[in-house]
């Protein structure tokens, strides 16, 4: 396998728009895997796993402020957000993520590490706003598509998000 690495990179982009879709797929038994086996020591697979829980831990507030589903809009800033204006397609199925990925890093040390670590560099990519009204929500790209060679444009696939 002389081409490994970029071997490992389709899979990455691949592992990406999977994880893009349905974070609920990632296990805490891959995590432990992707962290311990040899084959993974260029890191491109775990930063996809990395990057797939950053959106989920900064919506993490989604959860409590909409009530589980329950609600559709709720208050950031004094501003009226709908929850689906936070590039959230299924509200419920997003509350199931954000609850799965918590798990995942209580259960997985480095993983929450790694998770917390990639934050900074998230909200400081956010869009630029300056065209936007005084007090609008900031709007974020999910880090899995830094993996991705194209842009996804498909249902529930949104990848634009507000915290």
Same mark, same amino acid.
């Given at each position: ?42 890191? /491109?697979?775990? #930063?996809?796993? =990395?990057?797939?829980? =950053?959106?989920?831990?900064? #919506?993490?507030?989604?959860? #409590? ?24 397609? $299924? ?11 918590? #798990? ?9 590490? $790694?998770?917390?670590?990639? =934050? ?7 869009? $630029? ?9 900031? /709007? ?6 830094? =993996? ?16």
């Amino acid at each position: 396998m002389v081409q490994f690495t970029a071997f490992q990179k389709i899979i990455a982009e691949r592992l990406a728009l999977t994880l893009l879709a349905r974070r609920l797929d990632l296990t805490s038994d891959h995590i432990q895997f992707i962290a311990s086996h040899n084959a993974f020591r260029s890191r /491109v697979i775990w #930063q996809v796993i =990395v990057s797939s829980g =950053v959106r989920p831990f900064l #919506q993490e507030h989604l959860l #409590q402020a909409c009530g589980a589903g329950q609600k559709s809009s709720f208050y950031i800033n004094g501003m009226l957000v709908d929850y689906h204006n936070c590039g959230v397609a $299924d509200p419920a199925e997003w509350d199931k993520t954000i609850i799965h990925c918590r #798990q995942l890093r209580n259960e997985n040390r480095d993983y929450a590490f $790694d998770v917390t670590s990639q =934050v900074p560099r998230v909200l400081e990519a956010g869009r $630029d706003d300056s065209k936007k009204a005084k007090g609008a929500v900031r /709007v974020y790209t999910d880090p899995l598509i830094d =993996v991705i060679s194209f842009e996804p444009h498909y249902t529930g696939m949104d990848t634009d998000f507000t915290i």
